[in-house]
């Protein structure tokens, strides 16, 4: 129900935009999220935006340098990151839920997830 693309292989203090496309529904309505899983860790929150994106919220480790923004015209939201760090190197997932339900950083509150893209940062 989500696309994730946008991952890749950058040196540190590069920047990758990703984004996160609806398929076969529409998220207009739903609060959209980007988490991350590094190998051999938990799944943790990066930032979300609320279905009007009025709101955004982020993990502390990437405030300041990644950007959530959403175009609910074209059902995408978008995760802009620069100044790119190598304990940034995970794989990057988008998911989605109802406007307001549940808490916005936890994996368990969202409904649908998209598949994921790696982001690979060298040092």
């Known amino acids: 129900q989500l696309q994730a693309s946008g991952g890749g292989l950058v040196q540190a203090g590069g920047s990758l935009r990703l984004s996160c496309a609806a398929s076969?529904?529409?998220?207009?309505?739903?609060?959209i999220a980007w988490f991350r899983q590094a190998p051999g860790k938990e799944r943790e929150f990066v930032a979300a935006?609320?279905?009007?994106?009025?709101?955004?919220y982020y993990a502390d480790s990437v405030k300041g340098r990644f950007t959530i923004s959403r175009d609910n015209a074209k059902d995408t939201v978008t995760l802009q990151m620069n100044s790119l760090k190598p304990e940034d190197t995970a794989v990057y997932y988008c998911?989605?839920?109802?406007?307001?339900?549940?808490?916005?950083?936890?994996?368990?509150?969202?409904?649908?997830w998209g598949q994921g893209t790696q982001v690979t940062v060298s040092s």
């Open positions: 998911a989605g839920k109802r406007a307001y339900s549940g808490t916005y950083a936890q994996a368990r509150d969202y409904d649908y």
């Open positions: 935006i609320r279905w009007s994106g009025g709101s955004t």
């Open positions: 076969g529904r529409t998220f207009r309505d739903d609060d």
